[in-house]
């Protein structure tokens, strides 16, 4: 993995390429979230981070500024609609509005259906599906008028492989990642003519603070084999991955990502 800086890749009167870019990443205290902004700040974007820990928030700021780079933390849960909408409202006062939105907030938690965990399937449902919407009816317009202006923008969605194959007991969390990526083909075909690219991204098993949600003993059992038969995915493996889609050229979009484990079968 590239543990380069900025500096090392470019002369100081080169622009890095996401230089001028916004980017707004929800789910950015922990895991991916956090390794993509760490990234996309790397790459020149000044980043806004999202969630609800304001201490983790504040120790990511701290650390992408050190690294050179510019960041804006906002402490708010992607569920509270109107949290959301007032985050969007700061982003546009302050940065001008953000063309880059990378939705990650999400939970998972596998159980055997017969268990009726119904509190744990609408915490799925809420983060997952609903949380995601929150962040899309808020950063959207930003993207739509981004775009038409400087004649690109991102919508990157972070689904998962459970949206394709079949794990028992993942049911929920599966069917709440096929919504994320069957709504990011729709989205695509929607926002694409306007030059919001919208991708999503479906990691294998990546080792995250994901895993530490998990409460089933079978799912547990299940994630700790796993980790002695594999290398997991890192965070910074997806990072890298969300950087590179956003500096492809305007015309390509890489609408669906696959990203597995060398290891991982399924």
């Known amino acids: 993995m590239s543990t380069n800086t900025p500096s ?10 996401l230089t001028g870019r916004v980017a707004v990443v929800t789910g950015a205290s922990s895991g991916i979230g956090e390794a993509s902004a760490e990234r996309l700040a790397a790459l020149g974007a000044r980043v806004v981070v ?21 960041a804006l933390a906002i402490a708010a ?10 985050a969007a409202a700061r982003v546009e006062a302050e ?7 990378l939705n990650n907030a999400g939970v998972m938690l596998p159980a055997p259906i017969e268990e009726l965990a119904a509190d744990q399937w609408q915490r799925q449902i809420d ?5 995601l919407m929150n962040a899309i009816g808020a950063f959207t317009p930003q993207l739509v008028r981004a775009a038409a202006a ?31 990526t069957h709504l990011s083909r729709h989205l695509r075909a929607e926002l694409g003519a306007k030059k919001v690219r919208v991708s999503a991204i479906e990691p294998g098993i990546v080792g995250t603070e994901l895993q ?8 547990l059992d299940w994630l700790a084999g796993s980790k ?8 910074e493996d997806v990072a890298e991955t969300v950087g590179f889609i956003a500096t492809l050229p305007p015309r390509v979009n890489l609408q669906q990502v696959t990203i597995m484990p060398t290891g991982q079968a399924a």
């Not at 849960?77 to 007032?86: E, K, S």
């Open 8 to 17: 090392q890749h470019h002369s100081p009167t080169q622009a890095l390429p």
């Open 150 to 180: 400087r004649g690109v923008a991102d919508l990157i969605n972070t689904s998962s492989i459970a949206a394709q194959n079949i794990f028992p007991n993942f049911a929920v969390y599966s069917g709440t990642k096929a919504y994320v």
């Open 127 to 131: 983060l997952n599906i609903s949380g």
């Open 228 to 235: 002695e038969t594999m290398e997991w995915l890192t965070a």
């Open 77 to 86: 849960d992607v569920t509270d609609a109107a949290a959301l909408r007032a």
């Open 212 to 219: 530490s949600h998990v409460t089933d003993r079978g799912a």
């Open 50 to 70: 999202l969630a609800r820990r304001a201490d983790r928030l504040a120790e990511l700021v701290a650390r992408i500024e050190k690294n050179g780079g510019s």
């Open 95 to 101: 940065l001008g509005g953000a063309d880059l939105l």
